[in-house]
């Protein structure tokens, strides 16, 4: 198939060429480094499908653009797809592709790599020890073994956090809407979501983005935190309400605050703007406090990861070539 990928990074051309080339190059890729929104969907003409990743926007008037160009296929290097109006999709025949798990511990270590960095300042004592500081007034951490961790969503990412917080003696108390036996064989409590943030000393996300879920930690759920808890999303930026964890941060509600996604991350994260002033004032205000780690949507970045992701990917494609209907259909899963 002829298929255009937006927003191309180095490491998507390098990752997804080499599963075309295992698979025997089946298919023409033409890399774009353009976001997919409105303005730049002419670009896929002459393709049969489209490739896009978490920040490209596949609304109603791109796939009407698609359906016009024949263009019957959206695949997802993601698993997350609130980016995409689904209903059009389905309205206009465009089958919409994801990828539904790839490395789930690539998210999961680094969920972990942040609570021990913010747990012990290390993002901290970095730069202090670069700068000849050694003392250590203000760098005092705590044991996780023996603390209280709050895993809201136990799909495979939540479950892989689960494993290694075990691992360090945490109790682990879980909120999912469908608890599962592997979880509760993992020594998970499943509660409600005002219990778990109620009683947890670490409160980490991993649901998606839905009605439901967007701005589920709001300052109603700050409140009933346990204060000076740490918060930490790896899930989807705009899960947190903003505005809310830095009023949080103010008051002390919230100790800690580790964050690898952002709900306005669309016009920040994947691009390298070192060289401009930060144009989003909600954002600066956050690298403000010194109990605040942000990584730029990092967690899925290993080797591992990216492998699996252009793998699926490659797959989802040549299936729908095949058959006319790819391996991960997010439409027929969400709308049938």
């Given at each position: 198939m002829q ?224 204060p000076g ?105 969400k709308l049938?």
């Amino acid at each position: 198939m002829q298929v255009v990928v937006f927003s191309t990074k180095p490491y998507d051309r390098q990752f997804l060429d080499a599963a075309n080339a295992a698979a025997g190059s089946p298919h023409q890729l033409r890399y774009l480094e353009a976001r997919l929104a409105p303005e730049t969907a002419a670009l896929a003409q002459g393709a049969e499908a489209v490739c896009a990743f978490v920040n490209d926007q596949a609304s109603a008037a791109v796939l009407e653009d698609f359906a016009r160009r024949g263009i019957r296929l959206l695949a997802l290097r993601s698993a997350g797809f609130n980016n995409v109006d689904l209903a059009a999709a389905q309205r206009l025949g465009i089958t919409v592709a994801r990828v539904p798990a790839y490395s789930p511990e690539s998210v999961a270590e680094h969920t972990v790599a942040m609570m021990l960095a913010l747990n012990r300042h290390i993002h901290r004592a970095y730069h202090r020890v670069r700068e000849g500081n050694f003392a250590l007034d203000g760098l005092l951490g705590f044991d996780m073994h023996g603390r209280t961790a709050g895993i809201v969503g136990t799909g495979r990412i939540g479950l892989a956090v689960a494993r290694i917080l075990a691992g360090f003696g945490c109790r682990l108390l879980a909120h999912d809407p469908y608890p599962s036996e592997e979880g509760r064989a993992l020594g998970l409590e499943f509660v409600t979501v005002e219990d778990l943030l109620a009683r947890s000393d670490i409160v980490t996300l991993h649901c998606p983005l839905t009605p439901a879920t967007h701005h589920l930690i709001d300052a109603a759920a700050i409140a009933r935190m346990r204060p000076g808890a740490m918060l930490i999303n790896t899930s989807r930026g705009a899960i947190v309400d903003t505005r809310a964890a830095i009023a949080g941060l103010k008051s002390g509600a919230i100790g800690l605050l580790g964050l690898d996604v952002y709900e306005e991350e669309g016009d920040l994260f994947f691009e390298d703007l070192s060289g401009q002033m930060l144009q989003d004032d909600v954002f600066a205000r956050l690298l403000t406090f010194p109990n605040v780690l942000v990584t730029a949507h990092q967690a899925f970045f290993t080797t591992e990861a990216l492998s699996a992701i252009a793998a699926t990917t490659l797959g989802n494609i040549t299936a729908f070539a095949e058959t006319g209907r790819a391996l991960h259909a997010v439409s027929t899963e969400k709308l049938a």
